[in-house]
């Protein structure tokens, strides 16, 4: 390992506070995962580092190169755009061996982290346990009331007496019949926009397979938002490659319906409310 002022100080965030070859970080508040990873060093880098994460606190220990990198010989003498005159290159990646407890999911590093779904050498599992299962979404008419309940992803369903159709079919048909209201607002160039809004709510239980049963002491995550679709492109990006946005959603507050809940938003969003379509004044036009 070098030695003196040339020592490898592996950097993680923006607090780090070094101590010979340890490096100290402080995690944010609502990030806290669990980890003990051993990672290689990488290209100009060749040391080996062992990171333990715990209760808020990063420490990162520099080690000598115990683990080498993984590297892979590309091979582009085959395209006619390669000019290299060995025929391709090498890519390098970080082996890694070690494993994190990230809010709801166990991930296991056994070897190289290619970021390729295909060769990556990781695996995930979710936690039963911590996971919320999703058990309805409804959605209501403009009094806030009940309308109508879309069927689970998988399951056929029909609405009376007609046919049997598939998920996706059945819950357009009811979104589409779902009464929805619309106002106009000003972007802040000035252009008269309209929103087309509707109420919708999902509903989460916690625990999923064998856990299902913690739903019966956990509290239940109901969560009620205000569907938006706007006629035209909203925000400073419309008109560039990136464009603006022609549809969300928003979370509504407690006792909210649409008219409350999208005076909220344009005030947050710095959006002028105009009203309903046929409150428009010729001045407002």
Same mark, same amino acid.
């Given at each position: 390992?070098?030695?003196?002022?040339?020592?490898?100080?592996?950097?993680?965030?923006?607090?780090?506070?070094?101590?010979?070859?340890?490096?100290?970080?402080?995690?944010?508040?609502?990030?806290?995962?669990?980890?003990?990873?051993?990672?290689?060093?990488?290209?100009?880098? +060749?040391?080996?580092?062992?990171? %333990? =994460?715990?209760?808020?606190?990063?420490? /990162?220990? *520099?080690?000598?190169? $115990?683990?080498?990198?993984?590297?892979?010989?590309?091979?582009?003498?085959?395209?006619?755009?390669s000019k290299s005159p060995n025929g391709g290159y090498w890519e390098e990646?970080?082996?890694?061996?070690?494993?994190?407890?990230?809010?709801?999911?166990?991930?296991?590093?056994?070897?190289?982290?290619?970021?390729?779904?295909?060769?990556?050498?990781?695996?995930?599992?979710?936690?039963?346990?911590?996971?919320?299962?999703?058990?309805?979404?409804?959605?209501?008419?403009?009094?806030?009331?009940?309308?109508?309940?879309?069927?689970?992803?998988?399951?056929?369903?029909?609405?009376?007496?007609?046919?049997?159709?598939?998920?996706?079919?059945?819950?357009?048909?009811?979104?589409?019949?779902? +009464?929805?209201?619309?106002?106009? %607002? =000003?972007?802040?160039?000035?252009?008269? /926009?309209? *929103?087309?809004?509707? $109420?919708?709510?999902?509903?989460?239980?916690?625990?999923?397979?064998?856990?299902?049963?913690?739903?019966?002491?956990?509290?239940?995550?109901?969560?009620?938002?205000?569907?938006?679709?706007?006629?035209?492109?909203?925000?400073?990006?419309?008109?560039?490659?990136?464009?603006?946005?022609?549809?969300?959603?928003?979370?509504?507050?407690?006792?909210?319906?649409?008219?409350?809940?999208?005076?909220?938003?344009?005030?947050?969003?710095?959006?002028?409310?105009?009203?309903?379509?046929?409150?428009?004044?010729?001045?407002?036009?």
């Open positions: 390992m070098p030695s003196g002022k040339h020592r490898y100080r592996p950097r993680w965030s923006d607090n780090d506070k070094y101590f010979g070859p340890f490096t100290y970080s402080r995690d944010g508040k609502h990030y806290r995962p669990f980890e003990i990873m051993l990672t290689s060093g990488k290209e100009e880098h +060749p040391d080996s580092t062992i990171r %333990f =994460r715990a209760l808020g606190h990063t420490i /990162i220990v *520099a080690l000598p190169g $115990i683990i080498k990198s993984y590297r892979e010989w590309i091979d582009t003498s085959h395209y006619e755009w990646h970080r082996n890694q061996y070690g494993f994190s407890v990230v809010e709801c999911a166990l991930h296991l590093h056994y070897g190289a982290q290619t970021h390729s779904s295909d060769t990556t050498k990781s695996k995930v599992w979710f936690l039963p346990w911590k996971s919320w299962r999703h058990v309805r979404h409804s959605v209501f008419d403009l009094a806030g009331d009940h309308f109508a309940t879309i069927p689970e992803r998988g399951r056929k369903a029909r609405i009376g007496e007609g046919a049997w159709r598939n998920h996706w079919t059945v819950q357009q048909i009811l979104r589409d019949a779902c +009464p929805t209201t619309s106002f106009e %607002f =000003r972007d802040y160039d000035g252009e008269l /926009i309209t *929103a087309t809004t509707r $109420i919708e709510e999902r509903h989460w239980k916690r625990g999923e397979g064998k856990f299902k049963w913690l739903s019966l002491f956990w509290p239940d995550k109901i969560k009620r938002s205000l569907d938006l679709h706007f006629s035209s492109e909203v925000g400073r990006r419309k008109g560039s490659w990136k464009g603006g946005t022609i549809g969300h959603s928003i979370d509504m507050n407690p006792g909210e319906l649409h008219e409350a809940a999208f005076r909220r938003y344009c005030e947050q969003n710095q959006l002028d409310f105009v009203g309903a379509p046929s409150a428009l004044t010729a001045n407002d036009a």
